[in-house]
Nanobody, 125 residues
Framework: QVELVESGGGSVQAGGSLGLSCEASKYVGPSTSYSMAWFRQAPGKEREGVASIDREHKTMYAPSVKGRFTITKDDAKDTLYLQMTSLKPEDTAMYYC?????????????????WGQGTQVTVSS
């Protein structure tokens, strides 16, 4: 059972920056067989994919965050990151880290088997 623990959320004013981290452990099989992603869910809205990275570090972004958010992964530390810049109030949500055994990056939450507990990001105008 893969365990994912997010950290780094908080409150920031519009235009500011925040960085999220997700430490992974207890992989089933080699860690390099996993693709990982960040999702977010605002109150009353469906969970949406934000950014994904595959085992070759190829990335995929939602159009709403492309150019503002950067997803990276440190394989040696089994840690996933999301650097968020030029934040907007509409970025306010609970952010979740997720993992799936897949060779490609995916932004569909229904594919993901493992989820973290989430970390809150609040952007004020």
């Amino acid at each position: 059972q893969v365990e994912l623990v997010e950290s780094g959320g908080g409150s920031v004013q519009a235009g500011g920056s925040l960085g999220l981290s997700c430490e992974a452990s207890k992989y089933v099989g080699p860690s390099t067989s996993y693709s990982m992603a960040w999702f977010r869910q605002a109150p009353g809205k469906e969970r949406e994919g934000v950014a994904s990275i595959d085992r070759e570090h190829k990335t995929m972004y939602a159009p709403s965050v492309k150019g503002r958010f950067t997803i990276t992964k440190d394989d040696a530390k089994d840690t996933l990151y999301l650097q968020m810049t030029s934040l907007k109030p509409e970025d306010t949500a609970m952010y979740y880290c997720a993992a799936v055994q897949s060779p490609v990056a995916i932004l569909d939450p229904t594919w993901f088997s493992y989820w973290g507990q989430g970390t809150q990001v609040t952007v004020s105008s």
